[in-house]
């Protein structure tokens, strides 16, 4: 765990793939009265590195720096948008590419949510036509894990679902953060923190007012049709073996 920085503020990096209730995790940071958020800092970074068709590709682009660089600087050691003690940032792990990785990093805190590719793929396909290995997360997952001088927390996010007040205290133990009954729940709707591309994914989070756990899904999802799965899956039970006792 690293100390709080000199502008007095703790930065945790939350690293997911999409699909995996990291709106709702961040909805439930935001609840407390003591941090601030960031919604994927680097998305127009990430998309202006590719060629991706994701929707609202260009708003995304135009609301946020396109530069890593400028981008890592000011969530390592800007100053926090907001006189708050703990700085939450979601970060989409495919966001990452190998120039990304330096000392930057080690200013933050880190923790993983990971979630079973048999999820994430088809529910990432009901928003965009195709997913690749790279847009699972997976693999950046794994290797910033590894990369990491820490070891950092993992959660599930099938766990999260099921037993969220038990698998939040557990992550916030595991950041040495006090627990905060707050986490539990959050407001309908749209929130001032949400990037421009919330109208095209956020759709069940903005529904919400809490974790769903009536939705528990079942054990074995379907087998997905596409040929990059098991290899998914192989890097999801590695993370998955790390994951917190909740």
């Known amino acids: 765990m690293q100390p709080t920085t000199a502008l007095g503020t703790r930065r945790i990096a939350l690293w997911s793939g999409p699909r995996n209730l990291s709106t709702a995790l961040m909805r439930s940071f935001s609840s407390r009265a003591d941090c601030f958020v960031s919604d994927e800092p680097f998305y127009a970074a990430y998309l202006c590195s590719n060629s991706l068709d994701h929707p609202g590709r260009s708003a995304v682009i135009a609301s946020q720096s396109t530069d890593w660089r400028v981008v890592a600087n000011q969530i390592s050691a800007g100053a926090p948008p907001q006189s708050c003690s703990l700085w939450y940032q979601k970060h989409m792990a495919h966001h990452m590419r190998a120039e990304m990785m330096g000392p930057w990093l080690e200013a933050l805190d880190h923790a993983f949510l990971i979630r079973h590719p048999g999820r994430v793929i088809p529910s990432y396909s009901s928003v965009a036509s195709a997913m690749t290995l790279a847009e699972t997360g997976l693999s950046w997952q794994v290797h910033l894990f590894k990369h990491l001088r820490a070891t950092p927390p993992v959660i599930d996010a099938d766990q999260l679902r099921r037993s969220p007040e038990s698998t939040l205290r557990a992550l916030c133990a595991a950041l040495g953060l006090e627990w905060d009954p707050a986490m539990l729940h959050w407001p309908a709707g749209p929130h001032p923190q949400d990037g421009v591309w919330g109208p095209h994914w956020y759709a069940n989070t903005w529904a919400s ?23 998914a899956l192989d890097l999801y039970h590695q993370l998955h073996s790390h994951c917190l006792t909740a």
């Not at 007012?209 to 290899?231: H, I, N, Q």
């Open 209 to 231: 007012t809490g974790f769903t756990t009536d939705l528990t899904p079942e054990a074995d999802p379907p087998r997905p049709d596409v040929p990059f799965y098991d290899e």
